[in-house]
């Protein structure tokens, strides 16, 4: 078993057991049905990449309570970062304005809209105030190989 995987299950147990702050308040139902407060998740600095200042987010699914489909919380924070999707995925956005930069054009949504981006999009996320979005990925280990 590899460190990764290790960690993961010590912070799975510690979570269920309350002995660590969870990020965001989940309900899981005994049938598999799950809720989540998405306004109440708190986002975590994404490192993956240097340039990604004012960039936040966090997963509030794990891979156990939905292998196929990823989904999670993303901020900006008056920022912009080239990335290239290796999964499709969808945006809706919360609040604020995100923008999806591609060929030079700029495709943007603003509170209530939605956004799907292809697999294999070489894009830049941006926004030019703040924006909170939810992101829907397809398949589930969107962060795999980063």
Known sequence: MDTDRLIEIIK????EEGLEKKSHIKQVDKSGIIAIKAQEVKCEKFTAQNESDGVYLTDVLSL???????????ELDNTSFGWT???DEIDY????????????NTITAN???VIYIPKNSTI?????????FLYVTYPAN???GL
Do not use: H, Q
């Open 111 to 113: 509170k209530g809209e």
């Open 142 to 144: 969107w962060s795999e």
């Open 85 to 87: 999707l290796t999964y």
């Open 64 to 74: 156990e309570e939905s292998p196929r489909l990823g989904c999670g919380v993303m």
């Open 124 to 132: 830049r996320f941006s926004s030019p105030n703040k924006a909170r």
């Open 93 to 104: 956005v919360i609040d604020g304005t995100l923008e999806i930069i591609v060929d030079g």
């Open 12 to 15: 799975k147990v510690l979570i």
